[in-house]
């Protein structure tokens, strides 16, 4: 009973030592950083290409290429848009799945994982926080890409008011909040992979193999949602309505599809989630 | 979760086996309870949302159809749904790569033609925005993927706005309402009109209880045909207690299955829209093609190759005209006077063997010829150059012809 109380008494401050420390951790990783760097280049890359396309005065794009990019040369914001939506599909829920894949079971091969359960911290607590880790780094990552996306913009592109897909005008200030709030529901996309990668990181002890499966279903799963047979599955795929933070920059904004995306992403979250704990409390930590 | 906290301490060597196992399959519980509940909130809350329909003061069809007729709704916002399944050959990539190829730039069309893009509206699930604020102010946009197609009118321009390419088109209106009448229907009010035009004392109308439709009370008109031979099985319209308004149509054909046109507002608001909403100036580096430049294109190019094509040919063929039988089982027949009509079997070749294979072989009084269905509409075409079209059956298009001989 004395070792119950204890753990209870230093919990919060155990909880955000152990955060603080996680977060360290993974954001020191060479590993992270060259992840993050990707990120980075992606809007450099598009950017660029679309400034030497369009250097003899034509129009980009001309309908392919994705979303948003015909816009970027007469706003440097729409780079943003073009970054996030070109990224979304792969490269982001990519690095999310490496650093969630990893989490439990790159400790559990490097035999690290019973030191930090050495800690009276308690498995429920280890794993919330190596969660609430994941998604700082769906968040810093997303903000990486729009952060570089902007910059680029801004230093390739003018600046100013902007046309919404719709039509109407708003203001440059408007548009940037727009982005930001575009940035986090990107990020809040990202949750249910984060869940799912955790969940997969609990089943072995191998960190490449954790991260392997993560990123083969982050391939397999948009191949399913482009079958037209199996349509009835697709409202169920984690990222069937990852693309409706589009719909953010219509006037009015069109809600449906970005709170069934939410509210898909809170269900990921959950099933996975306590998937994860399920398997996870009652594991054999052997190494 | 704190219960369990005190056994992450405890080791499974300290618990006996099967207790333990037992134990560990218990925390499975946890997630599947979890998937349950969602997946059964999911499939339950459009159900209880469907259920319960209002009790509105009973009504006869023809105070409804005077209602339908009176309203005014000058003002109004919305999200509208269309879904049409016309049965029509699904061709797929093909059909897009000739749309492609008829709104290719140069060739006179531009990607912000409006009789361009709202052809796209025949086949398959859409999602349209409208916005009206008297008649010198409309928005009608298409939703696509990460991109938009807005028709904007504002007194006397009409703009179209293609974000997907950032290409606009201009024209300019004298007359607000003509240009209106040229586009193709796209509101559950442009259908109704439409459906209601056609009664008369072949037509049974009732109404037929209400529903909720948008979150607003209806009542729901239903149109049938009194006669047989009609493809069309039943017209439903659901109309808006308060202005009239219709929120919904659904046309469902005789042969059953799902509907062949389904239109309804998911939203609707009948508060003035915000001015901006029709406020457009063309954003700096896009396109503009000007609507006279359109028309200049497709002089250009010789014939019109792009999507009006097939409703200038459908205006030319009505030319020589003529409707056979009454009521929904009227059949048009005009002849287009290549004698020998259409190339089938052998005699054509391989045109003539995939056209074919389309359609059906007929034989009748009035000799042989090919039917081509679609869910909706059948046609006839003879091999003497004779075409027979209509929304009924490919029997009774067969004893128009004959009769029609």
Redesign the interface.
């Known amino acids: 009973m004395s070792r119950a109380e204890a753990v209870r008494k230093v919990s919060p401050l155990w909880t955000f030592g152990l955060f603080r420390s996680e977060l360290l951790t993974t954001f020191r990783r060479w590993r992270t950083l060259a992840l993050l760097g990707v990120l980075a280049a992606v809007p450099v890359l598009v950017g660029v290409a679309v400034r030497i396309e369009t250097g003899d005065g034509s129009s980009a794009g001309g309908g392919g290429g994705p979303a948003f990019i015909s816009q970027v040369t007469n706003n440097g914001l729409f780079l943003v848009f073009t970054a996030l939506a070109a990224t979304l599909p792969f490269f982001l829920p990519m690095a999310v799945g490496v650093v969630a894949g990893d989490a439990l079971a790159g400790e559990a091969s490097a035999g690290t994982l019973r030191y930090l359960l050495v800690a009276p911290a308690g498995r429920s607590r280890l794993l919330l926080t190596k969660y609430a880790t994941v998604m700082a780094f769906c968040l810093v990552a997303t903000l990486v890409v729009a952060l570089s996306a902007l910059t680029v913009g801004a230093v390739l592109f003018p600046l100013g008011d902007l046309t919404t897909i719709s039509g109407t005008r708003i203001s440059f200030t408007e548009g940037l909040a727009r982005a930001l709030l575009i940035a986090l529901v990107v990020a809040v996309s990202l949750i249910g992979v984060a869940a799912l990668g955790l969940f997969v990181s609990t089943l072995t002890s191998s960190g490449i193999a954790a991260m392997a499966t993560t990123v083969g279903l982050l391939i397999t799963v948009p191949i399913l949602d482009q079958i037209p047979q199996l349509h009835a599955l697709h409202p169920y795929l984690f990222s069937h309505y990852w693309l409706s933070f589009a719909d953010l920059m219509r006037e009015p904004v069109h809600w449906d599809d970005l709170t069934k995306n939410l509210g898909l992403q809170a269900v990921y979250a959950a099933v996975f989630g306590s998937a994860a704990w399920a398997r996870f409390t009652a594991k054999d930590i052997t190494a | ?1 704190a219960p ?6 405890t ?2 060597s300290e618990v006996d086996e099967p207790r333990s196992r037992r ?2 399959a218990a ?2 519980v ?2 599947v309870t ?2 349950g509940v ?1 997946a059964a909130t999911i499939g339950l809350v459009p159900a209880i949302a469907d259920s319960g329909d209002p009790d509105l003061p009973e009504i006869t069809a023809a105070q409804l159809i005077e209602k339908i007729a009176q309203s005014d709704v000058e003002r109004l916002s919305g ?1 509208v749904k269309i879904t049409t399944d016309l049965g029509l050959p699904d061709l797929g990539g093909l059909e897009s790569s000739l749309a ?1 190829g008829a709104t290719e730039p140069g060739e006179g069309g531009s ?1 912000a033609d409006p009789s361009a893009k709202l052809t796209e509206l025949a086949s398959g699930t859409h ?1 349209l ?1 409208v916005a009206t604020d008297g008649p010198d102010r409309q928005k009608l ?1 298409l ?1 696509e ?4 197609y ?1 028709l ?1 009118h504002n007194g006397k321009d009409v ?1 179209g ?1 293609d ?4 290409a606009v088109y201009h024209g300019t209106v004298d007359e607000s309402a003509a240009d209106r009448e040229q586009q193709p229907p796209a509101t559950p009010e442009d259908f109704a009109e439409e459906a209601l035009k056609a009664v008369d004392d072949t037509t049974s109308v009732t109404v037929d209880g209400t529903a909720r439709v948008a979150g607003r009370d209806a009542y729901k008109l239903v149109v049938k045909p009194r006669q047989s031979g009609s493809t069309v099985g039943a017209i439903s319209i659901a109309v808006d207690h308060k202005t009239g308004m219709p929120l919904k149509f659904t046309l469902t054909p005789a042969s059953g299955g799902a509907a062949v046109v389904d239109v309804g507002f998911t939203k609707v608001s009948f508060d003035r829209p915000a001015a ?2 029709f ?3 063309p ?5 503009v093609t000007e609507d006279g430049e359109l028309d200049h294109g497709r002089e250009h190019s010789g014939k019109p190759e792009n999507a009006p094509k097939s409703q200038e040919d459908l205006a030319k063929g009505l030319d020589g005209l003529k409707m056979l039988g009454e009521g929904w089982n009227s059949v048009a027949t005009f002849d287009t006077g290549g004698e020998g009509g259409l190339p089938t079997g052998e005699a054509g070749g391989d045109l003539g063997g995939f056209l074919g294979s389309l359609g059906d072989q007929v034989k009748g009084e009035f000799g042989t010829g090919t039917v081509f269905s679609t869910r909706l509409v059948n046609a006839l075409i003879t091999e003497d150059g004779k075409v027979y079209v209509g929304a009924v059956t490919k029997d009774a298009l067969v004893k128009a012809a004959d009769a029609g001989k």
């Open positions: 979760m369990y906290e005190s056994d992450d301490m080791t499974a134990r560990r925390r499975y946890v997630p979890v998937m969602a999200t492609s990607s999602t925005r946009s939703l993927n990460a991109a938009e807005s904007i703009w706005y974000s997907a390419s950032n901006s909403t406020d457009f100036t954003p700096k580096g896009a396109e």
